[in-house]
């Protein structure tokens, strides 16, 4: 059974930090690119920040603050937030996604981050 787990989430005040975790499980997480995605209320949801083994692709409206890592020997993939900004309240998603040999895409629950003072 596959699971993504987040954690991490809060209120936080303009220019605080949190970083999210994304426990998976039930799937060969390295052959997985992994993805944090946001959604902000009446907002599509957005692709954050990507990780493979070998790259990291991060948005330009979260570039310079956010920071995606992962570590496969926990499946666990990182999202580090600094200098958060009040744009910055959604819920964050994780998402695991391989194209080879068909394409899947898994989602976790979301968590929900705010910015407010």
């Known amino acids: 059974q596959v699971q993504l787990v987040e954690s991490g989430g809060g209120l936080v005040q303009p220019g605080g930090s949190l970083r999210l975790s994304c426990a998976a499980s039930?799937?060969?997480?390295?052959?997985?690119?992994m993805r944090w995605y946001r959604q902000a209320p009446g907002k599509e949801r957005e692709l954050v920040a990507g990780i493979t083994n070998s790259n990291t692709t991060i948005a330009d409206s979260v570039k310079g603050r956010f920071t995606i890592s992962r570590d496969n020997a926990k499946n666990t993939v990182y999202l580090q937030m600094n200098n958060l900004k009040i744009e910055d309240t959604a819920v964050y998603y994780c998402s695991a996604f391989t194209s080879f040999p068909i394409k899947r895409q898994y989602w976790g629950q979301g968590t929900q981050v705010t910015v407010s003072s």
């Open positions: 039930g799937f060969t997480f390295r052959n997985y690119a």
